[in-house]
């Protein structure tokens, strides 16, 4: 496994709400961001009539590879609107959605302005 000080990486610091870019173990990017609010949360299910889903808004602490991504603008996930999402771990994502809260929020995913997932994908920062 390479080193943290090699190559591109995305830290979200979830305490300050910021999302840093770094790399070769140098911060290029300070973002602002919004993580999840640690809550459950029991919201219908956009794609799905009828169906609810139902969950903890928890941002994973972790190392993670972005292991899908969705380049195309906005669509309707199953939780609301969503801008070019790059997933790490199931259904969670560094993604863009309406409106940037400047504290914790649900669900779990790493949220952006669109102006900054849009730089994420121009200068293939991720």
């Not at 961001?33 to 299910?45: C, F, L, M, N």
């Not at 809260?101 to 121009?122: D, F, N, V, Y």
């Amino acid at each position: 496994m390479a080193s943290l000080n090699e190559g591109t990486l995305a830290e979200v610091d979830k305490e300050r709400q910021l999302l840093f870019l770094v790399e070769d173990g140098v911060t290029k990017y300070a973002i602002n961001a919004s993580t999840g609010d640690d809550r459950t949360y029991v919201e219908p299910d956009m794609n799905t009539p009828g169906v609810m889903l139902r969950g903890t808004s928890i941002t994973p602490v972790g190392t993670f590879k972005t292991n899908r991504e969705r380049p195309d603008s906005w669509w309707n996930g199953d939780l609301g609107q969503t801008y070019r999402p790059k997933y790490f771990i199931g259904g969670l994502a560094i993604r863009c959605s309406c409106g940037l809260p400047a504290l914790p929020a649900r669900p779990g995913c790493g949220r952006l302005t669109p102006e900054a997932m849009s730089m994420l994908w121009e200068f293939e920062l991720m």
